[in-house]
């Protein structure tokens, strides 16, 4: 019978605090409608007292400038939408701020002037023919023939002949962010040019592990668009390296839809749902993290994946702008400040010598020829206004590019948790009577709860005899 007793008050102390529990996470849940609120993070840049979150400001990479190199891989007419995505990527990080100097395009093949193009000069990504990639203002670094393995590794690498130019040299440094986009015809671990000749996932890693130990890069978000795409980062060992492919191991990566006038395929789907993620959001307040999470298989048709056991920060941490956006900052040098206090000591020194000239003319010329005295007269006033409107030596003040970001979390003392609400006090009076009416037809309740008349008529004549 103890044994009965500890149970069952067990299972009324058990659901009790389920009760309570589940009291404490309905407050939380429905937060200020149930006299609660939650903590407030407000995030100030600069300190200029106006909440002002961005994304960008607030998490920002060692990195002082970002650079992109752009491949199409594929020549020939049917590969129309191989030129279309790089143009695509082309577009977007200009728009975001990356120039033509620090950005290497290399197109395998001159789409806008092939004779099959209904639309000459221009390339289209969509059927609607609203947006042309080609346009006026662009600078493709590396055409045709000159699109191969050897100079793209040269590329990367750094190691070109004394008369290449400067515009296709990727002149990086140990604090550049670099994008680095492909797109073509690919299998497993490879990725062929032109269809004449391939780039091996091993080739791959070394040219990075060269830049790495050569101080050419800080960090690296490497894409591909092509088929099996994922298979071109499986040998990559070199750090701060962020790799995302369109398909996985045996997977083909789709276009995303055909231009009946043009006869072909105009993007693929990879591509696609990127550029319609930058034209979608605000891209100085998303993360790369935002970015991966929209490559869905329903979207894709495929399975993309990324590799991020290289790369030393969090996605949901790096704004897509480290990469795909532009980098301003101001550097300030002890020599800087110095060259400036120098530059107004010698105007100093110019304006004082100018009006002791002045005066120095103004006398002889009074004691040369006394009938000029309006004139000098004159010169003396002409003279004061000079010295009134001389510029008063101006200091220089830099200001930095990027605002300190604090962070203060208020606390709100007077709305305490509350639990005892109506809904728990509601759950709990419901239970104590479904409770009680279960427990009262109970062998424990009716062997030691309810008295019937037998029970009280023994009670009777036990108290009799005492």
């Not at 033509?100 to 609607?128: H, T």
Request: negative net charge; glycine residues 4%; hydrophobic residues 30%.
């Amino acid at each position: 019978m103890k044994k009965t007793t500890f149970r069952f008050y067990l299972v009324f102390l058990y659901a009790i605090l389920v009760l309570y529990i589940g009291g404490i996470e309905d407050a939380i849940s429905n937060g200020g409608a149930m006299g609660y609120e939650q903590p407030k993070t407000n995030f100030y840049n600069g300190g200029n007292g106006k909440a002002d979150y961005n994304v960008e400001h607030f998490f920002r990479g060692e990195h002082t400038n970002n650079w992109a190199l752009l491949v199409c891989t594929s020549r020939f007419w049917f590969n129309y939408r191989h030129i279309a995505n790089v143009l695509g990527f082309y577009r977007t990080v200009k728009k975001l701020g990356i120039p033509d100097s620090q950005i290497i395009l290399m197109l395998a093949d001159d789409m806008a002037c092939n004779p099959r193009n209904s639309y000459a000069g221009s390339i289209f990504n969509n059927e609607n023919h609203r947006l042309n990639l080609y346009g006026d203002n662009i600078e493709v670094d590396y055409r045709g023939y000159e699109v191969n393995v050897e100079n793209f590794i040269r590329v990367l690498t750094g190691r070109h002949e004394p008369e290449v130019a400067r515009s296709k040299r990727l002149l990086t440094d140990d604090k550049s962010n670099i994008l680095i986009f492909l797109t073509g015809h690919g299998g497993d671990e490879f990725l062929k040019f032109q269809d004449n000749e391939e780039i091996s996932s091993h080739d791959l890693a070394d040219a990075f592990k060269q830049m790495w130990e050569k101080k050419r890069y800080h960090e690296i978000l490497f894409m591909v668009d092509t088929c099996q795409a994922n298979t071109l980062y499986t040998r990559f060992n070199s750090p701060n390296i962020l790799a995302i492919g369109s398909s996985k191991f045996g997977e083909n990566s789709y276009s995303h839809h055909s231009d009946p006038e043009l006869g072909v395929a105009v993007i693929d789907r990879f591509t696609y749902y990127t550029l319609e993620f930058f034209e979608s959001v605000d891209p100085h307040n998303v993360t790369l993290y935002q970015l991966f999470n929209t490559y869905s298989p329903q979207k894709l048709q495929s399975h993309s994946e990324y590799r991020t056991d290289l790369f030393n920060r969090p996605l949901d941490q790096v704004p897509v702008t480290d990469f795909f956006g532009s980098v301003m900052r101001a550097d300030l040098t002890p020599s800087t400040i110095v060259n400036e206090k120098q530059k107004d000591e010698k105007v100093e020194k110019d304006e004082t010598t100018v009006n002791n000239n002045n005066n120095n003319n103004n006398n002889n010329n009074n004691n040369n020829n006394n009938n000029n005295n309006n004139n000098n007269n004159n010169n003396h006033n002409n003279n004061d206004n000079v010295k009134k409107q001389t510029p008063k030596t101006k200091q220089i003040s830099y200001r930095i590019t990027e605002k300190p970001t604090s962070i203060q979390v208020q606390n709100n003392k007077d709305n305490e948790l509350n639990v005892f609400n109506s809904k728990f006090i509601t759950s709990a009076l419901i239970f104590l009577v479904v409770f009680g009416l279960l427990s009262w037809s109970s062998d424990f309740v009716k062997s030691n709860l309810i008295l019937n008349t037998n029970d009280l008529k023994d009670l009777k004549s036990k108290s009799k005899q005492n």
